[in-house]
């Protein structure tokens, strides 16, 4: 509740800061310190809002629906201050969150520039008050009460005492196909409680906890970083359309610079610490599926990247006095930066996406899906509204002195090729919205081309000079980067054997990007740090580009089936498994697999466990990295042969009442055995099965297979009636049709055949030549982007004449 | 001036007609309706459920992964996947594969499922005990 109140409050303080320097822009006096005092007090009940929901989740409240959702008692500390981003509410919290604190940061940058403030932070609360309706108990609020919307509990997640109530029994449920019992939590049971004294708190025990996919160390960093990078998108829009506010198209882009590379640098780090937590986690063996969740970050990421390419032109052209080139591009694209981190939550909680993401992400309702579309819209018609209305004066002439051979140019076609590229994402990403999905291909042949080109092209552009160059003397100056890389590429070609004409030409772009950077990034160390920003950038990209050739293009992959203690080669490695470990309190099992190479050893564990979050089998890869490749492997099963033997005979399949003749006996389910229920219920060990009547020979034996429950472990007891050389076992039974199958085989016959178990340890082996490149490449990209923001935040502050 | 403009346009076009183009050639729709899925050669991404009663299979030997899947009408196919058993597939509500149907099955060379704890909604049937 008290949550609930402090965002209403937030709310209300958004719309008066808004108004506030709203009213200010517009010349009122006296407004502009009611609008600080307002932001302030916003961001501050914000940050004390999200205290609450820390605290409730720490301290386990079940009574709030997002925590008995999303967390559970067994959690680790770490992994209960994530799960407050574990679900939809949450990851709205968070956005406001980091939005509210970016905006302090915006509004201390701005204050100290002119009457930048007033404008900018008009656009900025508009979005801070979208976020807090988004939160609010309208919509997806994290502070809702469990018993708001009927929500249906498993018993043993109830504390046990409260189940023998006797008006308990109305609100117990049982789910036929999996035999597990709930309780329905409503208003109405709510109502019972509270008169009963009991507090919801007390009555529900535990949470449901996190998907275990979550369950990662990523999982803590990786949400926040991201998210850091879509509130600071904001910024770019807000500066944007401060500058239409006032049709002044000249400082901005000098103000906006540093919060654009900032932005793009965090956004890209949290887009590739995705891409590693899935490499990690997922067991595919890649870390880029074109995942529609993965793409909606990608694509304002490089709409913001293909900004900065334009915005320095316009800077550097400003130099002659006007308002310098490319001043609607830049508007666009920044305008469009957000927008499409605006598109990238609808797509990807709206629900539309439904069976096109792994990401799973559950309809929210139509009233959320209608408010994501007006908050698109707002911001959509405000960015584009102004720049139509603006546009007349945005066509200033720019003296054309444009050559083919310029760096402005070099720079402007980067920014066309980056979005064409985002474009392309963009329309693969929104074909599910006409019942359409891509395929990788789509993406992967489109973007190759593209790759090339950003290569070759930042190569070259560097080679250029500003205004004009002469072809003579770009020849001259390109030829021993040329050369370098090409006979880098063709030792590719002859040692790697590389063969395929597009990767080779990839790997030729690239090699010459970082040939160039690295030549021009040597003199700069020389002279001026600072400069180094955009030169570490491309570097660590193509870097990336190589990684990625390295990893994808030579990857090989083999299944294998690992008999314990038998070594096995694949791609000169040797590999023998050589028996499991429990780990984590003995919630997992780890499978050492020994890793041989010449005098090398190295041991690898793969963890396989079954999840109590879905009762499904878990797979988690292991990674050898080897500095110049890794080694991937993947478990895919494991068998020790016990349950073969055991489960030696015939398949039977019966009705209660029902008989069939099998090995010479005739047998006739005669009564179901009932589990204990209300052991069931509350999670405790129990029973269930069937009760046999057996004829042979003449003779008749009444037996019990049953299913037993201890702890953790279902256990199936077969019996056997020595007399008869008869051996029963049920394979499946079915609590609400009680209908049950059997395996029915000999005792003797079995044993004389019976096998050495065997433990065969299947895995998916993969190798991924240069793959650390593609890590250290992104994050020396964004070094790059860092050293960058330091430059461009000096530059920033100077006066423009 | 005006060729930079008819350059441009040209390179917007010639982009703009690639992209169409391998759009209608890698795109793969989306079908609820398996008599569609059986009567077409072209790669769907078949959307249904698992049929539990008929169980699933693992062959070993050739390393697939086989299991009866059913639409909303109740048609159902054989599907069979080059790999193991993926993660939650016991608890799926919904199964994605993509593939083709030929030679009487489906062939999926990828399987998404949904877990149900995000639909926790619908999740018990009201039978009371």
Aim: glycine share 8%; with cysteine.
């Amino acid at each position: 509740m008290a949550g609930s109140i402090v965002l209403s409050v937030a709310l209300a303080f958004s719309l008066i800061a808004m108004t506030m320097y709203f009213l200010s822009y517009r010349g009122y006096k006296n407004t502009l310190n009611y609008g600080r005092i307002a932001y302030h007090s916003m961001a501050v009940l914000v940050i004390v809002a999200a205290t609450i929901l820390w605290y409730v989740l720490l301290t386990h409240q079940y009574q709030y629906h997002y925590v008995y959702s999303y967390s559970q008692n067994s959690l680790k500390t770490g992994f209960l201050i994530a799960s407050f981003w574990g679900g939809q509410e949450g990851s709205f919290m968070l956005w406001l969150l980091l939005t509210s604190i970016v905006g302090i940061f915006l509004q201390s940058y701005t204050s100290k520039r002119g009457d930048l403030e007033l404008r900018v932070m008009t656009v900025f609360t508009l979005a801070t008050t979208f976020l807090l309706i988004m939160v609010s108990p309208l919509f997806k609020n994290p502070f809702a009460y469990i018993w708001t919307e009927p929500i249906f509990i498993p018993v043993k997640s109830i504390t046990a005492g409260f189940l023998n109530l006797p008006w308990m029994q109305s609100f117990v449920f049982s789910d036929g196909s999996s035999g597990q019992s709930f309780i329905k939590m409503s208003t109405e049971l709510y109502a019972k409680l509270s008169a009963a004294g009991i507090s919801v708190n007390q009555f529900i025990a535990d949470g449901k906890g996190l998907n275990p996919q979550l369950l990662n160390f990523w999982m803590q960093i990786h949400p926040p970083i991201l998210f850091t990078g879509f509130s600071m998108s904001t910024v770019p829009f807000s500066f944007a359309v401060a500058a239409m506010m006032k049709n002044d198209y000249k400082d901005w882009v000098r103000q906006s610079f540093p919060w654009v590379l900032a932005g793009a640098g965090i956004l890209g780090l949290g887009i590739m610490l995705g891409g590693y937590w899935a490499y990690e986690m997922l067991g595919w063996g890649g870390y880029w599926a074109w995942d529609p969740v993965e793409n909606s970050s990608l694509i304002p990421w490089l709409v913001g990247v293909a900004s900065v390419h334009t915005l320095l032109v316009q800077r550097k052209t400003q130099g002659k006095g006007g308002i310098g080139k490319y001043a609607k591009t830049n508007l666009i694209l920044c305008i469009m930066t957000y927008i499409l981190v605006l598109y990238s939550t609808f797509l990807t909680r709206s629900g539309v996406l439904g069976d096109a993401s792994v990401h799973s992400f559950v309809d929210p309702g139509m009233l959320v899906y209608l408010f994501l579309v007006i908050f698109i819209g707002t911001f959509l018609v405000l960015g584009f509204g102004m720049l139509i209305y603006r546009w007349k004066s945005l066509n200033e002439a720019v003296a054309s002195d444009e050559n083919i051979l310029s760096r402005d140019l070099a720079l402007f076609t980067a920014a066309i090729v980056l979005t064409a590229s985002a474009i392309i994402v963009f329309v693969g990403t929104s074909a599910p919205l006409i019942g359409q999905s891509q395929d990788k291909t789509f993406y992967n042949q489109l973007n190759l081309p593209i790759a090339i080109i950003i290569g070759l092209l930042n190569g070259l552009s560097l080679l250029l000079k500003w205004k004009q160059t002469n072809g003579q003397d770009l020849l001259r100056k390109s030829i021993p980067s040329l050369t370098i890389s090409f006979l880098f590429t063709l030792s590719l070609i002859i040692f790697g054997g590389m063969r395929e004409i597009m990767y080779i030409l990839l790997a030729f772009s690239a090699s010459f990007t970082i040939v160039v950077n690295v030549d021009i990034a040597i003199k700069i160390i020389r002279g001026n740090m600072k400069m180094l920003g955009a030169y570490v950038a491309h570097i660590g990209i193509s870097l990336f580009i190589l990684g990625v050739i390295g990893s994808n293009a030579y990857s090989q992959e083999t299944d294998m089936d690992l008999i314990k203690n038998q070594p096995k080669e694949a791609f000169g490695y040797k590999l023998t498994f050589t028996g499991y470990h429990p780990v984590e309190n003995n919630t997992k099992y780890a499978f050492n697999i020994q890793v041989e190479k010449g005098e090398k050893k190295y041991t690898v564990s793969p963890v396989m466990y079954i999840s109590d979050f879905n009762n499904g089998l878990m797979r988690e890869p292991a990674i050898l990295n080897l500095m110049t490749k890794d080694i991937y492997v993947s478990p895919l099963g494991y068998d020790d042969q016990s349950q073969d033997q055991a489960a030696e005979g015939l398949d039977v399949k019966l009705n209660v009442g029902q008989k069939t003749n099998v090995e010479g006996a005739r047998i006739e389910y005669t009564e179901f055995v009932k589990p204990d229920m209300s052991v069931m219920m509350s999670g405790g060990d129990f029973k269930m099965g069937t009760n046999l009547t057996v004829t042979k020979d003449g003779k008749t034996y009444n037996v019990e297979p049953i299913l037993k429950k201890t702890g953790r472990d279902f256990i199936y007891v077969p019996v056997e009636i020595a007399e008869a050389n008869i051996k029963i076992q049920l394979k499946k039974i079915d609590p609400s049709s009680q209908t049950a199958d059997f395996i029915v085989g000999k005792i003797k016959g079995e044993t004389a055949t019976s096998k050495t178990p065997k433990e065969v340890l299947t895995v998916a082996a993969s190798i991924k030549p240069f793959i650390s490149l593609v890590w250290s490449g992104i994050l020396i990209m964004v070094a790059g982007f860092f050293v960058a923001v330091s430059r461009r935040l000096r530059e920033s502050l100077i006066k423009s004449s | 001036m005006k060729n930079k403009y008819i350059f441009g346009g040209a390179i917007i076009v010639l982009f703009l007609g690639l992209m169409g183009y391998l759009f209608t050639q890698s795109n793969i729709k989306y079908e609820s309706n398996f008599s569609n899925v059986m009567n077409t050669d072209k790669t769907v991404k078949a959307t249904g459920s698992w049929v539990k009663d008929k169980n699933y299979q693992i062959n070993k030997a050739s390393r697939t992964f086989s299991f009866y899947m059913a639409d909303e009408n109740g048609n159902q196919m054989k599907v069979v996947y080059d790999g193991t058993i993926p993660n939650n597939f016991e608890t799926a509500k919904s199964v994605v594969v993509t593939g083709q149907y030929k030679d009487g099955y489906f062939h999926a060379r990828d399987i998404l499922t949904k877990c149900p704890s995000k639909y926790e909604g619908d999740k018990a049937k009201t039978s009371g005990l």
